[in-house]
């Protein structure tokens, strides 16, 4: 059974920084894309990155330049570094894995999903 659990929300104070994990577990994630999204209240589930089984990346225009997505095969761990936050960047942070080695910018894409982490950014 495929689970994805993330970890590191919290309140973070604007300009500053903080770090997402997601941890897969019930098999190896390493020729999956992996992606993170984001949904604030009263909005739709918006892109924010995805990785490649090669590691290459892309990002959500809000979000490019200031956040960076990695991966460690491994340790089946995706990572998000936020920088530079800003309270529009508030929402509940989701890991999402899809059953191919490509990216894909829409939610109906990914096949598993994690339960979510708050992120809240204070000005």
């Known amino acids: 059974q495929v689970r994805l659990v993330e970890s590191g929300g919290g309140l973070v104070q604007a300009g500053g920084s903080r770090q997402l994990s997601c941890v897969g577990s019930?098999?190896?994630?390493?020729?999956?894309?992996m992606a993170w999204f984001r949904q604030a209240p009263g909005k739709e589930r918006d892109f924010v990155a995805g990785?490649?089984?090669?590691?290459?990346?892309n990002y959500g225009d809000s979000v490019k330049g200031r956040f960076t997505i990695s991966r460690d095969s491994a340790k089946n761990t995706v990572y998000l570094q936020m920088s530079s936050p800003t309270p529009e960047d508030t929402a509940v942070y989701y890991c999402?894995?899809?059953?191919?080695?490509?990216?894909?910018?829409?939610?109906?894409?990914?096949?598993?999903w994690g339960q979510g982490t708050q992120v809240t950014v204070s000005s």
């Open positions: 990785i490649t089984s090669r590691s290459s990346t």
């Open positions: 999402a894995a899809r059953t191919y080695s490509e990216i894909t910018r829409s939610r109906t894409g990914w096949n598993f």
């Open positions: 019930g098999r190896t994630f390493s020729s999956w894309a």
